[in-house]
């Protein structure tokens, strides 16, 4: 069992960046895929981006170059660094170890 914890979140101006992070409570670097996904009220939970093991990252819409995902596996740690943001990102962030482990999300606001 893995437990992920986000962090990094806020208020960020359009345009703007933020880093997120995820702290796992166990060893992810053998996970089959991390990534990052975020939702809005009333609507399904979509993908920012997300890493297989071994593969190339996929990036959801709008996404791709505007975001990079990044770990610390000594620390058990991911990162999603969010570039260029914009009001409609405004959203609950969530960080993903594959193949069943969420993190509890935190709110990102782009607003000025």
């Known amino acids: 069992q893995v437990q992920l914890m986000e962090s990094g979140g806020g208020l960020v101006q359009p345009g703007g960046s933020l880093r997120l992070s995820c702290a796992a409570s166990?060893?992810?670097?053998?996970?089959?895929?991390v990534g990052w996904f975020r939702q809005v009220p009333g609507k399904p939970r979509e993908l920012v981006a997300i890493t297989p093991r071994g593969r190339n990252t996929t990036y959801g819409n709008s996404w791709k170059g505007r975001v990079t995902i990044s770990r610390d596996n000594a620390k058990n740690t991911m990162f999603l660094q969010m570039n260029s943001l914009k009001p409609e990102d405004t959203a609950v962030y969530y960080c993903h170890v594959a193949p069943t482990y969420w993190g509890q999300g935190i709110q990102v606001t782009v607003s000025s």
């Open positions: 166990g060893n992810i670097d053998s996970a089959a895929a």
